[in-house]
Nanobody, 125 residues
Framework: QVQLVESGGGLVQDGESLRLSCAAS????????MGWFRQAPGKEREFVAV????????NYADSVKGRFTISRDNAKNTVSLQMNKLKSEDTAVYYC??????????????????WGQGTQVTVSA
């Protein structure tokens, strides 16, 4: 079973950038759909971005499109989320996830089989 560990969270101001990283062990990131989700206080976990195992195609939530970029480094077995122009509404715990589901289900958190412990991102206005 693949195991995931996120890093890179922190406190930044509105408009600044952060880069999250997800390191995998026990499995190869290129063999999975690798997704990022987030959960803000009092809210349900929501999809942020995914890089698909087939072809490396990417999908983004509308709220982050144009600001966030997901990428994969096969040599390092990591997945990253570059977050630019951060807003206060991006404040949340960010989770990395791995799944093997069909492409039409990559935004559904229940379809992922492995999760990291999460990393806190706080954006102050």
């Amino acid at each position: 079973q693949v195991q995931l560990v996120e890093s890179g969270g922190g406190l930044v101001q509105d408009g600044e950038s952060l880069r999250l990283s997800c390191a995998a062990s026990g499995g190869t990131v290129s063999r999975y759909n690798m997704g990022w989700f987030r959960q803000a206080p009092g809210k349900e976990r929501e999809f942020v971005a995914v890089i698909r195992r087939n072809g490396g195609y990417t999908n983004y939530a509308d709220s982050v499109k144009g600001r966030f970029t997901i990428s994969r480094d096969n040599a390092k077995n990591t997945v990253s989320l570059q977050m630019n122009k951060l807003k206060s509404e991006d404040t949340a715990v960010y989770y990395c996830a791995a799944g093997a589901q069909i492409s039409s289900a990559v935004t559904l958190d229940r379809m992922y089989i492995a999760w990291g412990q999460g990393t806190q991102v706080t954006v102050s206005a």
